[in-house]
């Protein structure tokens, strides 16, 4: 079984960047497909970043040109970079492991502790 750790999340203000890690462990994590979702209180977990073992990536409407996941499979380790952020961007975060590349709840198999990020206006 895959085990999940995100770190990164913070305090940062509206325009400002954050870029979160998760650090996977207890499976061969480069033939995953990796992803990040977020969930705000009261809504529904949203995925807004995939990325396949071979670098192909997919993102939401809500994140793209502002968020860019990448992964280093040498070091097991994927992030997700993101700038431009926005007030709505304020959720937990979490990393997830994927069985593709679309955005769909059903293609998510595991999922970390999850991070915080809050933007302010």
């Known amino acids: 079984q895959v085990q999940l750790a995100e770190s990164g999340g913070g305090l940062v203000q509206a325009g400002g960047s954050l870029r979160l890690s998760c650090a996977a462990s207890?499976?061969?994590?480069?033939?995953?497909?990796m992803g990040w979702s977020r969930q705000a209180p009261g809504k529904q977990r949203e995925l807004v970043a995939a990325?396949?073992?071979?670098?192909?990536?997919n993102y939401a409407d809500s994140v793209k040109g502002r968020f860019t996941i990448s992964r280093d499979n040498a070091k097991n380790t994927v992030y997700l970079q993101m700038n431009s952020l926005k007030p709505e961007d304020t959720a937990v975060y979490y990393c997830?492991?994927?069985?593709?590349?679309?955005?769909?709840?059903?293609?998510?198999?595991?999922w970390g502790q999850g991070t915080q990020v809050t933007v302010s206006s």
């Open positions: 997830v492991t994927m069985k593709g590349l679309r955005l769909a709840t059903m293609n998510v198999a595991s």
């Open positions: 207890g499976s061969i994590f480069s033939f995953n497909t």
């Open positions: 990325i396949a073992p071979g670098g192909t990536t």
